[in-house]
Nanobody
Framework: QVQLEESGGGLVLAGGSLRLSCTAS????????LAWFRQAPGKEREFVAT????????DYADSVKGRFTISRDNAKNTLYLQMNNLKPEDTAVYYC??????????????WGPGTQVTVSS
């Protein structure tokens, strides 16, 4: 059983940066594929980025490619999402997820409660 919790969300001006973190308060993340998803008001949850359990393979949604960077530190049991050049359309609740394999599909066994990111223009 893995329990996840996100942090680092907040309000930022367009063009600014934020770094989200996701820690496991229970269980180890080292053997899981990890991902970030987001959900804006009135929209479905969408894929943002994923990283393999080794940290070697990553994948990004086209909308964030070149601006966001996903990484993991297995020693610290933590997943990160560095978000640069933020845009108002990045406003959403961001969720981290852990599962057997890294995937663009939300078929992950464990999810955090989410952290709000708001980008003002």
């Amino acid at each position: 059983q893995v329990q996840l919790e996100e942090s680092g969300g907040g309000l930022v001006l367009a063009g600014g940066s934020l770094r989200l973190s996701c820690t496991a308060s229970r269980g180890s993340l080292s053997n899981y594929g990890l991902a970030w998803f987001r959900q804006a008001p009135g929209k479905e949850r969408e894929f943002v980025a994923t990283v393999s359990w080794t940290g070697v393979s990553t994948d990004y949604a086209d909308s964030v490619k070149g601006r966001f960077t996903i990484s993991r530190d297995n020693a610290k049991n933590t997943l990160y999402l560095q978000m640069n050049n933020l845009k108002p359309e990045d406003t959403a609740v961001y969720y981290c997820a852990a599962g057997a394999a890294a995937s663009r599909y939300p078929a992950y066994a464990y999810w955090g409660p989410g952290t709000q990111v708001t980008v003002s223009s």
